[in-house]
């Protein structure tokens, strides 16, 4: 059983595996040019600082947020390690540089788990019945939250989130909780 971390680095091969085929054929430049445009892209759309401060219960349960969230965490982490392991690959052993950045490849992994069952759950709220659509949309909001905030230091640090958010996701988790026990 264990933590399943060969299985979460097999995911991070696969995903590093797919950026290879899609930047195949590309001389260098333009591969950076690519990534360098999609990350202007992401910063634009996810550093705004309406995004950045904005702490109502509105938003903060808003499934594009969370979307938002979950794929700016996986494609940066993508694209710093795809980034690392070429820079530091030259010379060096492939199996030493992918453990020396272990941290970084469970990293991606488990942000990219958690990005596919956040939109699947997300998926399942908007085709359940309409009875049961507010709980279902409580509890999946009750789950990004919840995984955002375990992976709080990583968006504070990148400048995805304030610190004014921060409490502010923690305590609409509570609110959450506090909604969900009468159900």
């Known amino acids: 059983e264990g933590d399943n971390t ?10 590093l595996g797919e950026m290879g085929k899609e930047f195949r054929g590309k001389t260098p430049l333009q591969g950076a040019l690519t990534i360098f445009g999609r990350q202007i892209e ?4 996810h550093k705004n600082p309406m995004v950045i401060y904005n702490g109502t219960e509105r938003h903060l349960r808003d ?3 969370h979307k938002n969230a979950f794929a700016y965490r996986e494609t940066t982490l993508l694209f710093d390690l795809a980034a690392c392991l070429r820079s530091k690959r030259r ?6 540089v992918w453990n020396a950045n272990l941290d ?11 990005r596919v069952i956040l939109e699947e759950f997300q998926m399942t709220v908007k ?15 009750l789950y990004a939250l919840h995984r955002i ?20 996701i923690h305590h609409q988790i509570v609110k959450l909780c506090r909604e969900l026990c009468d159900h």
Do not use: N
Not at 42 to 45: D, L
Not at 104 to 114: C, F, K, P, R, Y
């Open 127 to 141: 085709m359940a019945h309409p009875d049961l659509r507010p709980v279902l949309r409580s509890l999946c909001a």
């Open 91 to 96: 010379g060096q052993d492939f199996f030493d």
């Open 6 to 15: 060969v299985l979460v680095q097999q995911v991070t091969k696969y995903l």
């Open 42 to 45: 992401q910063a634009a759309r």
């Open 149 to 168: 905030e375990k992976d709080l230091g990583w968006f504070m640090s990148c400048g995805y989130f304030s610190p004014y958010k921060a409490r502010a």
């Open 104 to 114: 970084t490849v469970v990293h991606l992994g488990i942000a990219h788990t958690e």
């Open 63 to 65: 499934f594009h947020l």
